[in-house]
């Protein structure tokens, strides 16, 4: 016996559509709620991308900060210490006053004493000079001796004995004069070299 169906055929139509319907629908839905699952998924790791990003960024800020600090303190030191050689190299320039000094100590007899020696600089050209070397540079020097003698004759020699050490441009006796020493008669004198 042949199939008879007894269900009209636009109910079978309608019951075939409405099928259909359900069956995208769930697809639809499931292909939705992947795709929110995927949107929200996406969303949290960049989000913890960005927070890591940001604090990456915190970080290298906060190192770039130390490091400017460190460069800060660097050149303070370096400026420190270039004035340090450049002063060291002035002075390196400059001469040994000491030995000078010894020099005309040996010079010294027992009939001649010293009671007075200064360095006088003095300028010959340009007093406002900003370099410090070219400021010494630009300086004379002048010896001032003052002190006591037995007798003329022996100041007379210690100008001498200063003269024959060949340190000096010039030596000059400035002025002698007879006083009183310890109870006795001295010359006390003054002498002036040019260097």
Known sequence: MPDVNLIPPARIARKRRNSKIRLWTVICGTYLILLGAL?????????????????????????????NISISELQKKLASIKSEVEAARVISCQPDWMKLFVLIGDE??????LK????????????????P?????DRQFRLELSGFGRTQMSVSQFVLRLEQMAVFDSVELVNS??????????VTFNIECRI
């Open 116 to 131: 007075n020696c200064q360095l006088i600089a003095t300028s010959t050209k340009n007093e406002n000079s900003s370099s």
């Open 39 to 67: 949107a929200l998924s996406a969303q949290a790791f960049w989000r913890d991308t960005d927070d890591s990003v940001i604090n990456e960024l915190a970080f290298t800020n906060e190192r770039i900060e130390g490091y």
């Open 177 to 186: 004069r007879r006083q009183s020493f310890l109870n006795n008669e001295a």
């Open 133 to 137: 070397s070219a400021f010494l540079a």
């Open 108 to 113: 010294l007899k027992e009939d001649v004493v």
